[in-house]
């Protein structure tokens, strides 16, 4: 057994190194008992003391563990997988407050969602108070278009909801990945939900925080409600006072759609403000855009004080006038101005909506969202604390990107068409003069063969462990890693036995070779190619070997990426010297040692052109000669004169 040590020498973490070492945390874990791993040792019939991984990766196939408890375990990091009992399966998502994962019980026919308090808050009044606040709103209503809260559970230090378990986009997801929604489609999320909040006020809760991310989407078009922990209840003055005490009364709520008497007092307020709220969320749904587009939070606040908002024809007049209106009279400065309720929204957009699927990749989406989270942490563990703010910010995946841009990421069709960074990007993208040079050497043998000794398998220090499952922490970054080679692979199977092609960049000096198949590229530190340039994405994406060629694909929901002057949604093949570029500044380039290989000239085959001449001249013979006859019998008065009268005469009877 292998042990991580912190900067002080001190053992932190076991890594298993074979399968007995794995077998051990596995069941010091709990998600198997020493009977269900002598059971499934029997089913697998697994060679003695195989590597830990080669035992991982049998136990995720057969199904006796997942590939997310599979990892942690391989790790270290084996405990937090049962938390009561609960056994958790995999991530779902994240917040301000800790991380959703998928979770199962014993015998339990069905699985649930788990919203687990960071371990940073379990003594946090406040946020403790608002996982009350969302458990208690969430026990209390029971509608269609809000997730049911089951239980609130504890087990010491740690705190969880229990919830039902929805495999959907986020509305802001959504349109970050896909851009402005259709109309009809925008109209029916809102009616859904306008009733569901008319359900919540008649049973005393206003839920103080309607926004994209708080709406969750399954591919059949019904939306849910979520996340009720600024939720304002009657006769819940105590948790109220907390809130205030901890947050201040002022200001519950997001800047980009709160309602002015909310960003005032959010405590005297009634319906109408989740009425704007809506309103504001709709705006976003159809346009793309904030309504009040503002930078500073102060000035987005005054801007909803004492101005109507833009509304949404201004922005794209291919909107319905009807729509544009509801929306803005939703959004209606003086409440009285506004829908005197929820429902009575709801049926000013009925006409309009219309249910329609919604097509997304739940799988690509909780890896996104992992990726995110474990950047979310290590923003964290690097940001010093200072005061909280009683305002909570969109959903941190998604960067502000100007003033016009405070919601979509460049590399969505919606912000491409707008957004000013991306069209500079775009410009700089399509000049013929590239800043890369065209004339940098390629690696020598010498150096490549130099490259691939260094590329030898290594073992990083493992990270702290922590009690409770998440993303694992980032590793420590080496000193002057931008300027370091790419790091080196796992394991040997993973060295290329080419080495034919090579990196250029703006970000790094000189020429590197790709001995390896796979290379992060961001600005982390940690990334194997660290880039510099501006509006790159910690993680912006990967270089992948897809032989012959490499396959680069785009992870950042922030950044762009542009290849050859077109966008990079999720994956393209790049050719030799084909320009890459991420962010405004950044370009990489691809070079291969001899590109004739890669694109040989055609040989012409004469006796395959031969042949085909041939069947074509007979197939034309053959159809005039049918041809001919067709017309010798149907239409005879079409042919030469000589020729009717030698018919005529082959058709007179002989004496």
């Keep these: 057994m292998k042990y991580g040590r912190d900067s002080s020498g001190i053992a932190i ?16 874990s709990g998600l198997l008992t020493s009977d269900q791993i002598r059971h499934a040792l029997a089913q697998l019939q697994l060679p003695d003391n195989i590597s830990a991984h080669d035992c991982a990766a049998a136990f995720v196939a057969a199904r006796f563990i997942t590939p997310f408890q599979a990892e942690r375990i391989i790790e270290g990091r084996y405990r937090g997988l049962v938390i009561g009992s609960w056994r958790i399966r995999e991530m779902l998502g994240f917040g301000g407050m800790g991380c959703v994962y998928i979770a199962d019980a014993p015998g339990a026919s069905d699985k649930v969602a788990i919203k687990v308090l960071a371990g940073q808050h379990a003594v946090d009044n406040g946020m403790l108070t608002r996982l009350q606040l969302e458990a208690r709103a969430g026990m209390k209503l029971r509608h269609p278009g809000i997730i049911q809260t089951r239980q609130l559970e504890s087990t010491g230090p740690v705190h969880f909801l229990v919830m039902q378990l929805i495999r959907g986009i986020s509305l802001h997801e959504l349109v970050a990945l896909q851009g402005p929604q259709a109309p009809e489609v925008v109209c029916d999320f809102g009616m859904q939900v306008a009733e569901a909040l008319h359900y919540a006020h008649l049973e005393g809760v206003i839920h103080r925080d309607i926004k994209p991310a708080n709406f969750l989407i399954e591919p059949d078009g019904r939306i849910y409600v979520l996340d009720f922990g600024l939720a304002m209840l009657q006769d819940n003055a105590e948790d109220e006072f907390t809130l205030s005490m901890v947050f201040g009364h002022d200001c519950l709520g997001t800047p980009d759609y709160i309602a002015p008497e909310q960003s005032l007092d959010s405590r005297s307020i009634d319906a109408r403000a989740d009425v704007y709220s809506l309103g504001a969320t709709l705006f976003v749904a159809l346009t793309g855009r ?162 691939k000794a260094d590329a030898a398998p290594v073992t990083k220090n493992p990270s702290t462990a922590s009690p409770m499952p998440g993303p694992p922490p980032k590793e420590p970054a080496e000193q002057n890693s931008e300027k370091s080679a790419p790091t080196a692979p796992a394991t ?7 080495t034919d092609w090579s990196i250029v960049g703006t970000d790094f000096k000189g020429v590197r070779p790709l001995p390896v198949r796979r290379y992060t590229i961001g600005a982390s530190p940690s990334a194997d190619f660290r880039l510099e340039g501006q509006s790159v994405d910690s993680q912006h994406g990967v270089l992948i070997w897809k032989d012959p060629f490499w396959e680069y694909q785009h992870l950042s929901e922030k950044c762009g990426t542009w290849y050859d002057g077109q966008p990079v949604t999720a994956a393209v093949t790049l050719q030799h010297n084909g320009l890459l570029q991420l962010g405004e500044t950044a370009q990489l380039s691809l070079r291969h040692r001899n590109p004739q290989q890669l694109y040989p000239p055609r040989r012409i085959n004469w006796s395959e052109g031969l042949k085909n001449l041939a069947f074509v001249t007979v197939l034309v013979t053959m159809v005039t000669v049918t041809a001919a006859a067709a017309v010798s019998l149907l239409r005879p008065d079409l042919l030469p004169e000589s020729v009717q009268q030698r018919l005529l005469q082959n058709s007179r009877p002989k004496d």
């Design 13 to 28: 973490m076991q890594v298993p190194q074979n399968s007995p070492e794995f077998l051990s945390l596995l069941q010091k």
């Design 290 to 451: 904030v309504p009040f587009p503002q930078k500073s939070t102060k000035a987005k606040l005054e801007s909803r004080r004492s101005q109507a908002p833009r509304r949404v024809t201004d922005v794209n007049p291919a909107i319905p006038q009807e729509i544009s209106d509801v929306i803005f009279r939703a959004m209606a400065r003086d409440p009285d101005d506004r829908y005197a309720n929820a429902r009575e929204m709801a049926d000013a957009l009925r006409p309009f909506a219309r249910r329609k699927p919604v097509s997304f990749d739940f799988r690509r989406l909780i890896t996104l969202r992992a990726k995110q989270a474990k950047e979310k942490l290590e923003k964290a563990e690097r940001r010093s604390s200072g005061p909280r703010s009683s305002i909570t910010g969109n959903a941190d995946w998604l960067r502000t990107i100007g003033s016009e841009a405070a919601f979509v990421a460049p590399s969505t069709p919606a912000a491409r068409s707008w957004a000013p960074a991306a069209e500079k990007t775009a410009r700089a993208a399509k000049q013929s003069a590239s800043s890369l040079k065209q004339d940098d050497p390629t690696p020598t043998p010498e150096e490549l063969s130099r490259v």
């Design 492 to 498: 040997a199977t993973e060295v290329l036995q080419q």
